[in-house]
């Protein structure tokens, strides 16, 4: 039960580090938006009764003490979802951390955003239910560019970001999204894009990760689509994300 000094949060595991022999420090996303670190004290052990909580991607339903130190410490954990389906399968596991990953650096511990946890746990269960390796890349295209657009870095799509032309061609993550032929021969990187690639840009922002999972998407667009939305992640967070790009090379 809460005390004075507990408090009980619903969490992602979004990541975690090996701690002494059999403990993990957990990065984790609490149902607020706000990006909580605990250790988990025999969070390695087998049969420990932190065993199978602490994995990734597993939603739980936690205590948390304050510690000693900057740290807090999981007191008792119960599993709401496992999705340990995404732990069997290389693609799955792969796409799964990329969405963890871009949710770790679009968090902070003091900022809380309730858009964060749901749309992250969506997308994830999205992961178990893809059918291919299409449509995971297009789950994990979505939760990026949703996400970001969300907090503020939402690509422009209509018209070219340089003077307003609607015969837009290419594609810059760091002009901001479409660009016409004569404003992109100035901007370094400008991808072409065709137009069934736009619209389908356009439709990972407007749709459901239902709808796009039922949709017809063939595996080079759904390629194209991941790697774009890799460049647009990395170009707004500045950061690298080594999750993101294994998944791409999977």
Known sequence: MPSARTHAERVIVLDHT???EQDLILTMLARDGKRLRAVAKGGRKPGGRL?????LF???DVLLARGRGSLEIVSEAALVDAHATLRDDLDRMSCASAICEVARHSCFEDA???YVHPITSRALAACEEAADRAHLDLVSAAYAFKLLAHEGWRPELEGCVGCGDLAATRFSASAGGVLCESC???VEGAEPISPSQLGWLRA???LTFSELL??????ETGAF???LAHVWATTQLDVRLRAFEFALSV
């Open 225 to 227: 689509l991941a790697s």
């Open 214 to 219: 039922a949709a017809d998407v063939d595996p």
């Open 204 to 206: 990972l922002l407007a």
């Open 58 to 60: 597993c939603e739980d």
């Open 18 to 20: 090996k701690l002494a």
């Open 51 to 55: 065993a199978g909580r602490c994995d």
């Open 184 to 186: 992109a021969s100035s």
């Open 112 to 114: 809380a955003d309730p």
